[in-house]
């Protein structure tokens, strides 16, 4: 098949490679030329794990194409994929811009062309956007002209989404027709994953109750744990117990305590919910208490870093999680602005950090980025860890230098080195 991806970030470039990988022809295309140039020259705008491999194999073989001329792009396909941003406003209500504009190249280019086409949103949009908005951009076509329309949630995860694109626990699709043999044959690339038809509203929605769901864990996970080691408890243990229940405590993804959630979906999502249940004066006191709770966390975390009134802190990790080099709302960010407030020194170490995007949304962050781990914690006498991986640089931590692990259920083989885990 001919496939758009329109939007190249974390979705649209996964998307990209993974569907390349099944044997399609992907275009890809986006309003930043600097994401189409280097998609073109082999170079992801974004890190994450295996898609490297996967672009430069789909640029050998030909199935790979960028360009930012939508135009070309749909002429060039059959199936448009959008994954373009879809941001809170001020108020929490979801920005749908980006959606709006690219649906209008698409009908520019059908008024055009006359061409048929199918134009599958993957965006996180509110339940009743497809049957409010997007089918009133279509309908200054005439009825013969009119796309396929369907939404297909997308649920990866930043950090493992290439294996979570090919072994996804159910693949949902939003459609008001039963003519989806296209999307069953794009769609179908492995029998033991489950594709589920579903109205559109029904589609949208479930995005928003998965993250809603993840959020809750988190925050669940580090309420609790952080309970119990206030009375002693070997919270590893705890958890690891807690977790061997797989009937009554389901998978045990987001149920480990440790750092607060971030990123560009969970907060965003969240206030979206909180923002269309106020147009309905609905009320959600669970769902309401996350980001509190949330931020409850962070704000222990800032106050523990204090209490050391360090001197120099080196910061190891600054992205939202392991596994990406996305900053985007991450807690991380926060703790690091609000330190630098009152640390006479302070330093960051994160292997995973795309300096050039942390130029352009946090210039004055640049300056405190250390390119080794040894550069960062030289004179440290506080280490506050904040992600993954931190046995690897062990040997960089000065003798004097206090440890205090925010990644909570982390061991580390060091003896000598005074560790503290938070409570
Ligand atoms: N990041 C995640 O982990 C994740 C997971 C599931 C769902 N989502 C959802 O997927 C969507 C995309 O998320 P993301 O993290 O990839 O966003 P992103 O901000 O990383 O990427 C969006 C891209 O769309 C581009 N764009 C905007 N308007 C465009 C247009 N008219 N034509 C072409 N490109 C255009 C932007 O330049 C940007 O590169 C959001 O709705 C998000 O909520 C994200």
Known sequence: MNIAVFGLGYVGVVNLVCFSKLGHNVWGCDIKSQKVDAIAKGKSPIYEPGVDELLEEGLKSGRINANSDAQLVLDK?????????TPSTADGE???????NTTLDIVDYIKRTGRKYTVVYRS??????????????????????MPKIAFLPEFLREGSAINDFFNCSRVVVGSNTDDNEELRQLLSFDEKIPLVFTDFRTAEFVKYVDNAFHAIKIAFANEVYGLGSHYGV???KANEIFLMDTHLNIAPTYLRPGLPFGGSCLPKDLRAIHHLAAEK????PVVSSIIPSNNQLLNKMKSLVNEHS???????????????DDVRESPMLRLFYELRENTEEISIFDKDINISTLRIEHASVVRYVASTAEEAFENADLIVVCKKGFDDYLKAIPTSATVLNFYQLMDFNISNKQIKLYS
């Not at 396909?77 to 941003?85: E, H, K, M, P, S």
């Not at 979801?94 to 709006?100: A, G, K």
């Not at 004066?281 to 959600?284: A, I, L, Q, S, W």
């Not at 360090?310 to 990406?324: I, N």
């Open 234 to 236: 070997d919270v590893k």
């Open 77 to 85: 396909t059959n199936v448009a994929l959008i994954c373009v941003g």
């Open 281 to 284: 004066n609905y009320v959600m």
């Open 124 to 145: 996180t949009i509110p339940p009743g956007t497809i049957e409010r908005l997007i089918k009133e951009c279509f309908s200054e076509l005439d009825a013969s002209l």
């Open 310 to 324: 360090p001197r120099k802190v080196a910061m190891f990790g600054l992205t939202f999680k392991s596994g990406t």
């Open 94 to 100: 979801v920005n749908l811009d980006f959606t709006l």
